[in-house]
């Protein structure tokens, strides 16, 4: 087998497990969303925290195209993706009943300021990609299955309130496998630190996930 080959298949397996560990559709958050037991005040407070998140995305995503010229037209069209998606996500904030000035105005709590701190420092080091790459992966499956709970228990739909779930639930299949390759492209060197750097997101986000669960 190819170094490259064994890179990947190294690489998907760890990526795997990873995956494994923080499946985020066993978290009770969402599994109460599925369920349609969350409450609307346990879901606006979800949607002021992880604004933060999504607000920061396209600034890491930029970070890690200034880091990497090779890669630079792939990595800026993705930052911009989610720039545009922003607005998306003051939709669902708007359907749930929370105001533009409380959205901007919610301050992070401990656990989403702690994910911000530990995702802004591993892009600057240069793990930007599977920064993002932790919290894009499980996004299709999840997103999918928000979107079926809300227009099942909160009268939230693809057309109502829910535009940016259904729009991940298809996005970030591709955003997924790009990230991927690029974490590839860096050379195995770099495969260690990348596993690192998704393990700590995905266990970082895990963690907001159960500080807006009341």
């Given at each position: ?57 396209p600034a890491w995503l930029e970070s890690t195209a200034s ?25 669902f904030s708007d359907a749930l009943g929370l105001s533009r ?114």
């Amino acid at each position: 087998m190819g170094e490259k080959k064994l890179q990947v298949k190294t690489l998907d397996a760890q990526f795997s497990q990873v995956i494994e560990r923080w499946n985020l559709l066993r978290h009770p958050f969402y599994q109460g969303w599925l369920a349609g037991t969350l409450t609307r005040d346990e879901l606006r407070d979800y949607a002021a925290q992880y604004a933060r998140v999504v607000a920061a995305i396209p600034a890491w995503l930029e970070s890690t195209a200034s880091q990497n010229p090779g890669h630079k037209e792939n990595l800026s069209a993705h930052a911009r993706e989610e720039s545009e998606h922003v607005e998306l996500w003051r939709t669902f904030s708007d359907a749930l009943g929370l105001s533009r000035s409380e959205l901007a105005q919610t301050p992070p709590n401990a656990a989403t300021a702690e994910l911000l701190r530990y995702c802004t420092s591993a892009v600057e080091s240069g793990n930007g990609a599977a920064v993002v790459w932790a919290l894009e992966a499980q996004s299709p499956a999840v997103s999918a299955e928000k979107l079926s709970g809300l227009a099942a228990h909160y009268d939230m739909d693809a057309q109502s309130g829910a535009q940016y779930f259904a729009l991940h639930a298809e996005l970030d299949k591709d955003h997924e496998s790009q990230l991927r390759s690029f974490i590839v492209a860096q050379g195995s060197a770099k495969t260690s630190d990348a596993v690192t750097a998704a393990e700590a997101t995905s266990s970082k986000l895990w963690d907001l996930l159960t500080s807006v669960q009341a």
